[in-house]
C-alpha cells in the first residue's frame, strides 16, 4: 500500500518558517488527493490544506491562508507545504494523508506517522 512519510519538522520561532516534505513510496502520489494535517496535544486533528489530484484544486484552513503554501514535485513523488509567519499555537504533529478529500481527515486512507513542530521563542 501507499507509504507516506514526512519531513523538515523541528523548533522555529514565531514569526519563522518551516517547509514541510512528504514523500510517497510504493505507489505514485499524483494518483491521489493530498492534505496536511495536524494535531495538538488535547485536541482534534484538524486539515491544514490539501491538493486534489484531478484539477490541483487547493483548500487552506481560514487560520493558514496568505501564509501557508501547498505544492507537489512530481518527478520527487513529494508534496510539500511552506509556513510562513508561524504562531506558537502552530506547534503540533503535522500528518501527510492522501486518497482523501479536501480538510476532511476522516476521509483519509493513508497517513504519515507524524512530525513535530514546535513554534517557540
Known amino acids: 500500500q501507499l507509504q507516506l512519510v514526512e519531513s523538515g519538522g523541528g523548533l522555529v520561532q514565531p514569526g519563522g518558517s518551516l517547509r514541510l516534505s512528504c514523500t510517497a513510496f510504493r505507489y505514485t502520489l499524483n494518483d491521489y488527493n493530498i492534505g496536511w494535517f495536524r494535531q495538538a496535544p488535547g485536541k482534534e486533528r484538524e486539515g491544514v490544506s490539501s491538493?486534489?489530484?484531478?484539477?490541483?484544486?487547493?483548500f487552506y484552513s481560514d487560520s493558514v491562508k496568505g501564509r501557508f503554501t501547498i505544492f507537489r514535485d512530481n518527478a520527487k513523488n513529494a508534496l510539500y507545504l511552506q509556513m510562513n509567519n508561524l504562531k506558537p499555537e502552530e506547534s503540533a504533529v503535522y500528518y501527510c494523508?492522501?486518497?482523501?478529500?479536501?480538510?476532511?481527515?476522516?476521509?483519509?486512507?493513508?497517513w504519515g506517522q507524524g512530525i513535530q513542530v514546535t513554534v517557540s521563542s
Open positions: 494523508a492522501a486518497d482523501g478529500y479536501a480538510l476532511n481527515p476522516w476521509a483519509y486512507t493513508y
Open positions: 491538493l486534489s489530484r484531478r484539477d490541483e484544486t487547493t
